[in-house]
C-alpha cells in the first residue's frame, strides 16, 4: 500500500523527482548490484536491531549521491517526500524508516569492501554496452 493509497499524498503531480526515480528504476541494474553487495551485508534473524534489506540501503544511497543529501537529510526526507520513500520500498505507512545511523553504516560497508568501485564500474559497463548498441 503506497502512501498515496492512503490519502496522505496531498497532489497527484508527476514531479521531476518522481519522473528522474522512475526513470532510474528502469535503468540501474538492482539485482546485479544487490548480489554484489549481499554477501558483505549483515545477516537477517539475528539478535538485536534488524538490518534493513540491502535493496532498500542501496536505493538510499544512490538518492544521497543524486540529490546531494547528508545522512541526517536523507533520513529526515525519507520522512517527508513520498516519492523518495516509495522508490526506496518503503511505501508503507507504518513502516520503519533507516535512521542515519544506519545509513552510514551501509556507506561504511560499501567502503570497507570496496564496493563502490564495484558500483561504478557495473554501471560504467552497463553504459558501454547501451552506447555499442545504439545506431
Not at 23 to 31: D, N, S, Y
Not at 37 to 61: C, D, K, M, N, S
Not at 67 to 86: N, T, Y
Amino acid at each position: 500500500m503506497k502512501q498515496s493509497s492512503l490519502g496522505l499524498s496531498n497532489t497527484t503531480k508527476r514531479t521531476r523527482k518522481r519522473e528522474f526515480l522512475d526513470a532510474m528504476e528502469l535503468v540501474v541494474p538492482w539485482a546485479e548490484l544487490i548480489s554484489l553487495i549481499e554477501p558483505y551485508a549483515p545477516e537477517i534473524g539475528r539478535r538485536g536491531q534488524q538490518p534493513f534489506a540491502v535493496q532498500t540501503l542501496l536505493r538510499i544511497h544512490f538518492m544521497q549521491q543524486w540529490f546531494k543529501l547528508s545522512d541526517p537529510a536523507m533520513q529526515e526526507a525519507l520522512h517527508d517526500v513520498p516519492a523518495f520513500r516509495d522508490f526506496a520500498g518503503l511505501s508503507h505507512w507504518d513502516e520503519h524508516i533507516p535512521s542515519e545511523s544506519s545509513i552510514l553504516r551501509f556507506r561504511h560497508l560499501l567502503e570497507r569492501h570496496k564496493l563502490a568501485d564495484q558500483i561504478l564500474a557495473t554501471i560504467n559497463a552497463l553504459k558501454g554496452c547501451n552506447s555499442r548498441q545504439a545506431p
